[in-house]
């Protein structure tokens, strides 16, 4: 658990981050979005003291986290930044040992974990293990950035816009493939981006800040049925807004359970707004659900997706 | 790179290999260059420097530049990585004026001005080397470890390598062959350097040229010239070969 409490950070005359408090629990994904100067990038990089707070304290798991030594704090972490920031000497191997390295796990152990780190970015081990860094796409380079971060099994991630640089099909499937991350390691993340599309894909909570100051702290669907202020309001935008109010709530919400109909089924975890392309492409109005094990899970209806729900509409 | 590995033409279009065969044949062999420097130079009574062996002031020369290279890249390369530091960040002004200093000031008047305090000898000319070669060490070694990507960097704190860790594991292997120029460009200015320090006594391969100047004998000064030229380029062919082993060394 990540805990501000009235956080200030300023740069001169300058408050980059102004009082600002708020919990993220144990295994929630954050996102932290804002213009750019909204002081996001900060808060992150005080997580773990590469800028150190001027006032108010910032606690991990109940420790504050001033009273620990800053390398110590980091090794407890994964940092992924934009620029991914590779050791271009070293390769692709030795880049994602780097922490188990400075933690002193034994050689057998550190060789196992980059294998399976590899696996798990879907970067082939036998292919790209000596690669060094200069060989990859940029794509790539980010897969083994993420690598590196998780190496030595943290139980935060701090990623600061790890897929800006990225085009949309490689950052589309590096988002993917983070959620499922996410969901099967349970890692704390807290994650900075200025994409309102990014922050509500992936976000489990999605903090606003604004000059220094947290204007908004909600679930997706809060943010975008209850905006606090006009700024949230224009970060999410009115274009496709319906779309977008669609696509964080998954088929699973909305199925009608008792109900059952034939055709190509969707998972329950699909988002809305993809069933409702699916439905556009097949031409019906009602498709079948099943749930993580293939089992039937009820029916969606078109007339289901335009319901109001309980998250009001705009 | 072993001279095993090579095949027979690459051994003997070997820049380094060539440079030292001509080095020890001409360190070795001068005194039987002297029926030819005699028959170049008819008019002089003693047409080969005999007062020193080659060999000895070819060592001579070589520990002067060996021992003041070494103190120019412990004292330049400490003081630009200390100036690359938070703590030392203030000083880089003042650094990078002394020793660009050092190297405007003549040596020659630098040897001039140490005679007096250290008297005759090999002593002044070591200062006089040392002060020379550090400007080339301490400017590449700032601009190396300036170069160092910051989001390399950003990320090398982030994940938690302390200070010693980046400096050692990050920063100066990327930074390497930048500090090694600076260093290649040091030793081959100190190579010719050293022989004028054979003005104040410190025994070199200059000897031979400054005595000849003196005494009007050109084959005294060709003598050492020649020994000084393929001296430097072993040298410079022993820093290509060390540039190579340093890109595999930092890729470890």
Redesign the interface.
């Known amino acids: 658990m990540i805990e501000f409490e009235r956080v200030t950070k300023r740069f001169g005359s300058w408050t980059a981050v102004d009082a600002v408090s708020f919990t993220v629990a144990e295994g929630e994904f954050r996102v932290l979005i804002g213009p750019s100067g909204s002081g996001k990038s900060t808060v992150l990089r005080m997580i ?1 003291r ?1 800028i150190p707070a001027d006032e108010g304290a910032i606690r991990i798991d109940g420790e504050d986290i001033a009273s620990l030594k ?6 407890r972490m994964g ?1 992924v ?1 934009q ?9 692709v191997e030795r880049n994602i040992a ?2 188990p390295g ?1 933690l002193g796990w034994p050689k057998a152990r550190i060789r196992d974990r980059v294998t399976e780190l590899l696996e798990l970015l879907n970067l082939d081990p036998r292919r790209y293990r000596s690669a ?1 860094p200069h060989q990859l796409s940029g794509g790539q380079q980010q897969r083994v ?1 993420v690598a ?2 998780l190496a030595a099994e943290p139980r935060i991630l ?1 990623m600061d816009e790890p897929f800006s640089a990225l085009d949309p099909i490689t950052r589309a499937s590096l988002q993917t493939e983070l959620s499922a991350i996410h969901r099967r390691t349970g890692t704390t993340v807290v994650f900075v981006t200025h994409d309102m599309d990014e922050a509500l894909r992936l976000g489990d909570s999605i903090a606003v800040m604004d000059h220094g100051r947290l204007i908004q702290c909600a679930s997706p669907l809060d943010i975008l049925t209850r905006p606090a202020s006009p700024l949230v309001r224009d970060l999410v935008g009115r274009e496709e807004w319906g779309l977008k109010r669609l696509a964080v709530e998954t088929v699973g919400d909305r199925a009608r359970r008792q109900e059952s109909a034939a055709g190509e089924p969707l998972a329950a975890e699909t988002p809305l707004h993809r069933a409702l392309s699916e439905m556009v492409a097949r031409g019906t109005e009602r498709l079948p659900v099943v749930d993580g094990d293939g089992r039937p899970a009820g029916v969606l209806h078109l007339s289901d997706l335009v319901r109001p729900s309980t998250g009001g509409t705009a | 790179m072993t001279v095993a590995g090579m095949a027979p033409r690459e051994f003997l279009t070997d820049r380094l290999i060539l440079g030292l065969v001509a080095l020890v044949a001409l360190v070795l062999g001068m005194p039987s260059l002297k029926p030819l420097f005699a028959t170049l130079y008819p008019g002089l009574d003693r047409p080969l420097y005999e007062a020193e062996s080659f060999v000895r002031l070819t060592l001579d020369h070589m520990a002067l530049v060996g021992i003041s290279s070494l103190a120019a890249i412990l004292l330049g390369g400490g003081a630009g990585i200390a100036v690359t530091r938070p703590w030392g960040r203030e000083f880089r002004g003042l650094l990078e004026t002394v020793a660009t200093m050092g190297q405007t000031f003549p040596p020659v008047a630098v040897l001039a001005l140490a005679v007096p305090v250290m008297g005759f000898g090999p002593e002044p000319a070591l200062i006089a080397l040392t002060l020379y070669a550090l400007l080339p060490v301490v400017e590449n070694t700032v601009a190396g470890l300036d170069g160092v ?1 910051a ?12 200070p010693a ?1 980046m400096l050692f594991r ?1 920063e100066l ?2 930074a390497a062959p930048v500090i090694l120029a600076g260093v290649r460009t040091a030793v081959i200015i100190n190579v010719g350097t050293a022989a004028i320090a054979s003005t104040v006594g410190a025994k070199t391969l200059g000897l031979p040229i400054i005595v000849g100047l003196n005494g009007s004998n050109q084959a005294y000064v060709i003598q050492g010239a020649l020994i000084v030229a393929a001296l430097a380029v072993v040298i410079d062919a022993g820093f290509d070969r060390l540039a190579i082993w340093l890109a595999r060394w ?2 470890h």
């Open positions: 773990n590469l800053p390398e110590e704090l980091r090794r940092y930044i620029s991914v920031g590779l050791f271009p000497h070293w390769t780097t922490v400075l060094y950035g590196r971060a701090l | 990507p989001p390399v960097l950003d990320s090398a704190r982030g994940l938690g390598m302390g860790e990050v292997p990327l930092s890729q």
